[in-house]
């Protein structure tokens, strides 16, 4: 069974730092793609990094240069660490892998900024 199970979420101010983490049991982070999502209110799911199995990390033009993602392999563990946080970033960020054996989501975890 697989599962991915995130947390890190909280509340903070603008300007303020938060580390997510995305815990996964089922399949191995470093021989699979993982991205992380996020959705604001009244908004489309929007994709905001990824880590490829070889590594390679890509951002959304919105998060590059704030945002970082990597990963712990012998955590099994995908991280996104969010800085410099804006009144934007609030949505819920999921982290999402899709493998040969199917598409999985996490439950999401909730980042509010604001002051």
């Known amino acids: 069974q697989v599962q991915l199970v995130e947390s890190g979420g909280g509340s903070v101010q603008p300007g303020g730092s938060l580390r997510l983490s995305c815990a996964a049991s089922?399949?191995?982070?470093?021989?699979?793609?993982m991205d992380w999502y996020r959705q604001a209110p009244g908004k489309e799911r929007e994709l905001v990094a990824s880590?490829?199995?070889?590594?390679?990390?890509e951002y959304a033009d919105s998060v590059k240069d704030r945002f970082t993602v990597s990963r712990d392999n012998a955590k099994n563990t995908v991280y996104l660490q969010l800085n410099s946080l804006k009144s934007e970033d609030t949505a819920v960020y999921s982290c999402?892998?899709?493998?040969?054996?199917?598409?999985?989501w996490g439950q999401g975890t909730q980042v509010t900024v604001s002051s």
């Open positions: 880590i490829s199995s070889g590594g390679r990390r």
């Open positions: 089922g399949i191995i982070v470093s021989t699979n793609d």
């Open positions: 999402y892998s899709q493998t040969w054996r199917g598409a999985y």
